[in-house]
């Protein structure tokens, strides 16, 4: 059932802290980075942090285009892809600048090693930067939301009129292109098209036609909580049994081999690539996404509330900017070289002590909207069959017409 208040999703919250808490210890260079990175199995928590976050979007902004109209869903898009766009600048500049600066000073090869090509050219950088082209690392995750959130207006859109069996379909097959080299296709042609000559390899390391596939699943699973009509997630007893038994593989596996699956000699690594989001990579993400849907409200119903993660995961954007920033100090100030654990211990203090100064800044700062304010009178249409389909009054054309598609049994 879609929601009925504004109360957020403590729960979701709560992940997307955990999320951060896993990106901030796998990029900050400490004792910790390999033991903790990639916890539950050859799923690392930029999978999650994705697919929680379309999640989201296409819960908040779909509730919107049913109780207000598809026009003011599509200018909520608009506006947080500004935002997000505005954050991937400034924590660009900020690299460009005062990272730049103190890695020069300090000669430091760590961050150096972080923008060569800016270096070499940075005019072309700075432009390819602004453009989303260029992608540094650590700062390459931001222009994918970007692109996303863009596109996704028009996706929902469409989805709303045609249903979401089309829009998956094309996305499963574009993840299943970008296995083969599509995204280098790709690129060729279109860097072609424009006056830069930023190399592929230095787009980022995402490959963003193989992660469109986690944000248009993500993005469907919360638009069809929106639907009156939208059944549950149920999984039959085989699939959680067959989820179980490869969550568990994958966990043993991981912990027991280390983060590297195979041999490389043997060649089969790519199955698991991250970046292109391998074949045997999803299917132990979609296990344990299985097993969370299914177990975990009644975890989260018995274990204490974490609050500080959901402080975090409230405010994820800044958090995340933030957690950029000090990762690209520490790289510019300390290196990357091992200390010893004492060190880590209050590096990594002083880290999350400033994410939650910073999170609850930005929540005091930033009140969410009321998207769960009462809609306006609603209109009974007939569904299909005849079954009544309910649409606020103040829907426009486009809501009436689609109106029966939503109330038809999928």
């Known amino acids: 059932m879609p929601p009925t208040s504004n109360a957020r999703r403590w729960e979701i919250d709560a992940v997307r802290g955990l999320m951060l808490v896993l990106m901030t210890v796998t990029h900050l260079p400490t004792r910790l980075t390999q033991p903790l990175g990639q916890p539950f199995g050859f799923v690392s928590a930029a999978e999650g942090f994705v697919l929680l976050s379309a999640y989201m979007a296409g819960l908040v902004y779909g509730r919107q285009a049913w109780r207000k109209s598809v026009a003011h869903m599509r200018q909520s898009f608009l506006r947080r892809a500004v935002k997000i766009y505005a954050c991937q600048a400034a924590t660009l500049l900020f690299l460009f600048t005062v990272i730049a600066f103190i890695g020069l000073k300090v000669d430091q090869p760590a961050v150096k090693g972080l923008m060569n090509f800016y270096l070499a050219q940075p005019l072309q950088a700075l432009v390819g930067g602004l453009l989303l082209v260029y992608e540094p690392p650590l700062l390459d995750i931001l222009p994918l939301y970007v692109l996303f959130m863009l596109a996704s207006p028009w996706i929902m859109t469409f989805a709303l009129r045609r249903g979401w069996a089309p829009v998956m379909a094309v996305s499963i097959g574009l993840w299943f292109l970008a296995q083969f080299g599509f995204s280098e296709w790709f690129y060729s042609h279109f860097i072609q098209a424009i006056p830069l000559s930023v190399p592929f390899s230095e787009t980022g390391s995402f490959n963003m036609w193989a992660w469109q596939f986690l944000w248009m699943m993500g993005l469907w699973m919360g638009a069809s909580r929106n639907d009156p009509e939208a059944p549950a997630f149920e999984f039959p007893r085989w699939a959680l049994w067959t989820a179980g038994v490869v969550a568990l593989i994958g966990f043993v596996w991981r912990h027991v081999i280390g983060q590297t699956p195979f041999p490389p000699a043997w060649g089969l690594n790519p199955l698991f ?138």
């Open 273 to 410: 690539d991250k970046w292109l989001l391998g074949p045997l990579r999803l299917i132990d993400l979609f296990a344990l996404t299985i097993l969370a849907i299914r177990f975990g409200p009644a975890l989260a119903a018995r274990l204490p509330r974490m609050r500080w993660l959901e402080t975090l995961g409230a405010a994820s954007l800044a958090v995340f900017c933030a957690h950029l920033v000090v990762v690209l100090l520490v790289l510019g100030l300390l290196g990357d070289a091992p200390r010893p654990w004492l060190h880590d211990i209050a590096l990594l203090a002083t880290c999350f002590a400033t994410l939650y100064v910073v999170a609850r800044i930005t929540l005091w700062v930033d009140k969410p909207p009321d998207d769960g304010a009462p809609s306006q009178p609603a209109t009974t249409q007939a569904g299909a069959g005849g079954a009544p389909c309910t649409v606020p009054a103040t829907a426009g054309p486009l809501r009436q017409a689609v109106a029966p598609a939503l109330s038809a049994p999928r």
